[in-house]
């Protein structure tokens, strides 16, 4: 697998029925009642983020999930922490609903709205950043989903061209200026470095795709001694 600037190899795997991590996920909140566990699904752009964390949400009972790009969309790629926290992560913590539109909604005439139940018990944040530094605290559970960088590429192009409308060069063109941006903002942050766990979406271990996950236990830096 070719990793992304500064991410290092997870390992060693093992291959998880989808079902049993959902469930583990889940259980970061037994015996808790008055909020829904928090679980971010964090990775590159292109990194089958989206794609894992809705196959966890239909396999939980009252699960709903929360797209970062909804959040920043026509905002800032990067800077929309501030928008997460008062506009979903504040009210779930509160254990109420969340019904919230972001500023550019309002200002570009976006319909709707971004929504979680009352009633939901568990919460998937995904996108890339989700589990940022500035979100740690209010997160129950951080996954961070290692990619192969060029088959992310690939992918996230592909996926534009295809649900954009995008021709070939367009796409690549806004690839580059997302990596631009991407590329920095994750080597400061670091995400993988405060994963709970890690989740593989290229073929490290041969597994069924649809029903099973490959995963690595978090591989959390030693504290040194200055520390």
Do not use: N
């Amino acid at each position: 697998m070719e990793l992304g600037p500064g991410e290092p190899a997870a390992g060693p795997w093992r291959v998880e029925r989808l079902d049993v991590f959902a469930r583990s996920l889940a259980g970061a909140g037994a015996g808790r009642t008055s909020r829904p566990v928090v679980v971010a699904v964090d990775g590159r752009g292109g990194g089958g983020k989206t794609t894992l964390a809705e196959r966890l949400c239909r396999l939980l009972p009252a699960a709903a999930v929360v797209h970062t790009d909804d959040v920043a969309w026509w905002h800032s790629r990067f800077g929309w922490d501030d928008l997460m926290i008062a506009g979903v992560l504040e009210p779930l913590h509160a254990g109420r609903g969340v019904r919230y539109r972001p500023p550019a909604w309002d200002a570009r005439g976006r319909p709707g709205h971004i929504e979680v139940p009352a009633a939901a018990r568990v919460v998937l944040i995904e996108g890339v950043g989700a589990s940022r530094r500035s979100l740690a605290d209010r997160l129950d559970v951080a996954v961070w989903v290692q990619s192969d960088y060029g088959e992310a590429k690939r992918r996230g192009i592909d996926r534009d061209m295809r649900t954009r409308g995008l021709d070939v060069s367009l796409a690549l063109r806004e690839w580059d200026e997302w990596e631009a941006e991407e590329v920095p903002f994750l080597l400061d942050d670091r995400p993988w470095e405060r994963a709970d766990v890690i989740a593989a979406s290229a073929p490290v271990l041969a597994h069924d795709p649809a029903a099973e996950v490959p995963l690595a236990p978090a591989a959390h830096p030693t504290p040194s001694p200055a520390d």
